[in-house]
T-cell receptor
């Protein structure tokens, strides 16, 4: 499809397990963002990439969280040793890029993570 | 520390009337503001934006007003339609810093437009 694609849509895991969430951005989009959204709240910035370079990871909660975008397209957000507080909707977004951009992000439908 | 606040969790409006959604921010470094709309089971979609060099931006039925001295912005929808019923998020970024897309979002306001 033409939009941002995320998988899995739903993930239920046991505490202590590792999870990997995948994002396939809109073709040609330079920038890719990861956000986390708790119920009843707005999305919260985690990290972003321009091409394959991770530009800012200041929003990652701790070192259990990591992200990569090795070829400048698909990105993976990995959470190691999951905890119940990691349960949330994880949203990926992409945009054309920084220069001349409108700030418009195109969001995917999200990956709902539940840690038991 | 909530840097972007939407103090009204919900708003109910009659079809054809004006909807006014409000947003306050505290970070004076923010210089670009956006509104996103979200339907259930979908990701947020961009609606309208405004740069801090302007105080108003209009796009069809949607107008965003920015009052920098009060650190306040609002979204006006005229006339409101039932299809506008959704969650509306206010967002802000410090474009002069790093990235357009590193946004700080408010908590959202649920708008319901009654026929």
């Amino acid at each position: 499809g033409a939009g941002v694609s995320q998988s899995p849509r739903y993930k239920v895991t046991k505490r202590g397990q590792d999870v990997a969430l995948r994002c396939d951005p809109i073709s040609g989009h330079v920038s890719l963002y990861w956000y986390r959204q708790a119920l009843g709240q707005g999305p919260e910035f985690l990290t972003y990439f321009n091409y394959e370079a991770q530009q800012d990871k200041s929003g990652l909660p701790n070192d259990r969280f990591s992200a990569e975008r090795p070829e400048g397209s698909i990105s993976t957000l990995t959470i190691q040793r999951t905890e119940q507080r990691d349960s949330a909707m994880y949203r990926c977004a992409s945009s054309l890029g920084v220069a001349g951009g409108s700030g418009e992000l195109f969001f995917g439908e999200g990956s709902r993570l539940t840690v038991l | 520390d909530q840097q972007v606040k939407q103090n009204s969790p919900s708003l109910s409006v009659q079809e054809g009337r004006i909807s006014i959604l409000n947003c306050d921010y505290t970070n004076s470094m923010f210089d670009y503001f956006l509104w996103y709309k979200k339907y259930p089971a979908e990701g947020p979609t961009f609606l309208i934006s405004i740069s801090s060099i302007k105080d108003k931006n209009e796009d069809g039925r949607f107008t965003v007003f920015l009052n920098k001295s009060a650190k306040h912005l609002s979204l006006h929808i005229v006339p409101s339609q039932p299809g506008d019923s959704a969650v509306y998020f206010c967002a802000a970024s410090a474009v002069g810093g790093t990235s357009y897309g590193k946004l700080t979002f408010g908590q959202g306001t649920i708008l319901t437009v009654h026929p």
